[in-house]
């Protein structure tokens, strides 16, 4: 019997040692996995409005206007993407770093410092272009539903709706990792580039040798390529989200890596979409007019997957950017006229943000369900208003951020200081331009 007992407790105590020896080489492996992808972890960590603002900026018009240039002029433009990438950045970070600074966004400070004139005239602006933008992306979303046979009279609202329930009813830190996941969607352009079988000896000659042409249009287009990707309300969502998300000064570094890697990130894929585009339509003489006529013109060159890939990564951008464009107006004017705003507020807290960020989700979906609307003619219009909304918006920013009274040690240093100003001044400069080759060509 006590042999037994003997036994028994041997087997006991092995089965004892076994389960430590597994849980310590659990907790080896666990320990050795977060040393390993720990950096990465902490990248992921500081991810938020930066990324999300220049994905956005990748909406329905942005890529309409990149398949065009690279179906227009191949791969001749993608050294210009270079130029777009620090010109972007260096904007954002500006907007980014007086959010954490001062807790506003940039519709308040421009209140507070340059009146209520200044203010209304930039809130009108921007209420015209926002939601001329808006309905165009839910005119993306259903575009998108006839590349993939779905009735857009089903899925327009759906995604209205569900756009709508997300900001209503998540807090922001939910309504910011959704935001983050849709901008999963932007990889199917690199795929759908590889498909196209560009020559890549070709595509680094383009990116890296820089090369211009007399004629108008080419002009008009390398105008569109900076227009479209750095446009006034990414500069006010990104103050805005920094500064509801609570980013503070000791946090910048954090700020300042989103910022920079959303903005490359976001470039990158612009330049696929050229890639894609120069591989396929330039190549066999063929024209685009929107991103959905991108798509179907791709299957016979590059094949359905590369089709398939181009109209879900239209249909992401059109989800993300539905939502972002509400929300900068809401942000926007909420701020400007001192009401009460946020994603984590409700109706009840704040019932001019929700009120704002309702009635153009509603708009944008219903007139985007308006058979035969002249889609060509509205983005031109648009466009036309942000090229006057633009310098009003960067002029604003640049002084509000060399301010030592609102910014303290964290106002602009020389070397940037130098670099935010000829980025300001070429900016205005092709905005102007290009709404003065607009109107001009108007007039005959």
Not at 109 to 116: A, H, P
Not at 117 to 138: K, P
Not at 246 to 255: I, R, V
């Amino acid at each position: 019997m006590s042999e037994r007992r003997t036994l028994l407790e041997r087997r006991r105590r092995m089965r004892a040692a076994a389960r430590r020896a597994v849980r310590q080489t659990r907790h080896g492996a666990r320990a050795m996995l977060r040393r390993r992808y720990l950096p990465l972890l902490a990248y992921l960590g500081v991810l938020g409005p930066g990324l999300i603002t220049g994905n956005a900026g990748n909406d329905a018009g942005g890529i309409a206007t990149y398949a065009s240039a690279g179906a227009e002029y191949g791969y001749s433009l993608l050294w210009v993407m270079f130029v777009i990438i620090i010109s972007l950045s260096v904007v954002q970070e500006m907007c980014a770093r007086m959010g954490a600074v001062t807790g506003k966004g940039l519709s308040d400070l421009i209140r507070e410092n340059f009146g209520i004139r200044w203010t209304f005239f930039a809130m009108l602006g921007l209420t015209v272009a926002n939601t001329g933008v808006a309905i165009s992306e839910f005119v993306g979303i259903a575009a998108a539903a006839d590349l993939f046979g779905v009735p857009r009279w089903l899925l327009v609202p759906v995604a209205a709706l569900s756009l709508w329930a997300l900001v209503v009813y998540g807090s922001y830190h939910t309504v910011e990792r959704v935001f983050l996941a849709l901008t999963l969607g932007f990889f199917a352009y690199p795929i759908a580039a590889i498909l196209a079988r560009p020559d890549w000896s070709d595509v680094a000659r383009g990116a890296l040798v820089p090369s211009a042409r007399g004629d108008i249009a080419f002009v008009q287009l390398l105008i569109a390529l900076i227009g479209t990707t750095i446009t006034p309300y990414m500069q006010l969502f990104v103050q805005s989200s920094v500064a509801e998300k609570g980013t503070t000064p000791e946090e910048l570094s954090k700020a300042r890596l989103d910022v920079w890697s959303g903005s490359i990130f976001a470039v990158t894929i612009a330049a696929f979409i050229i890639i894609a585009t120069g591989a396929t339509l330039h190549a066999n003489g063929l024209g685009v007019g929107t991103a959905a006529d991108a798509a179907r013109a791709l299957e016979p060159l590059a094949g359905g997957l590369a089709s398939a890939l181009f109209g879900v990564g239209l249909f992401g951008a059109c989800m993300l950017a539905g939502a972002v464009l509400p929300l900068t107006t809401a942000y926007s004017l909420s701020e400007a006229f001192g009401f009460e705003k946020g994603i984590s507020r409700g109706f009840r807290e704040a019932p001019a943000f929700m009120s704002v960020f309702t009635g153009l989700i509603v708009l944008g979906a219903t007139v985007a369900l308006v058979p035969g609307l002249p889609i060509i003619p509205l983005l031109l219009a648009i466009q036309m208003v942000n090229g006057i909304l633009s310098p009003i918006i960067l002029i604003s920013a640049l002084r509000l951020s060399n301010d030592p009274e609102i910014m303290g040690m964290h106002r602009n240093g020389r070397v940037f200081n130098a670099v935010a100003t000829v980025t300001v001044i070429v900016v205005i400069t092709l905005t102007v331009l290009l709404l003065a080759m607009t109107m001009a060509g108007r007039l005959g």
